[in-house]
Nanobody, 125 residues
Framework: QLQLAESGGGLVQPGGSLRLSCAAS????????IAWYRQVPGKEREGISC????????YYSDSVKGRFTVTRDNAKKMAYLQMNSLKSEDTATYYC??????????????????WGKGILVNVSS
């Protein structure tokens, strides 16, 4: 049993930075991969990043590669997404999810096991 909750979203200017956090409650996260997704109304949910259970591998979609960094702290049951050089097209609802990192490379977002409720990120002047 897991519950996930995102925090750290809000309004930020283009070119700015924001750090999202994902806090887990319930069982340990140390055997789970953690992914970050985002979604704009009318568009499919997009897998943008993932980190494996022991932080030995990370994944980034082409749209965020070089700008975003995913990390985790298993002792604190936390995951993070550092977002730099933000663009207006990064505006979306951001979700953390628990499952397998291979899932985020495809369109089958619903195969992830657990989801947070999502948090808004608005990149605007």
């Amino acid at each position: 049993q897991l519950q996930l909750a995102e925090s750290g979203g809000g309004l930020v200017q283009p070119g700015g930075s924001l750090r999202l956090s994902c806090a887990a409650s319930g069982r340990s996260l140390d055997s789970d991969d953690i992914a970050w997704y985002r979604q704009v109304p009318g568009k499919e949910r997009e897998g943008i990043s993932c980190i494996t259970s022991n932080s030995d591998s990370t994944y980034y979609s082409d749209s965020v590669k070089g700008r975003f960094t995913v990390t985790r702290d298993n002792a604190k049951k936390m995951a993070y997404l550092q977002m730099n050089s933000l663009k207006s097209e990064d505006t979306a609802t951001y979700y953390c999810a628990v499952g397998s990192c291979w899932i985020v490379r495809g369109p089958y977002w619903y195969q992830m096991r657990y989801w947070g409720k999502g948090i808004l990120v608005n990149v605007s002047s």
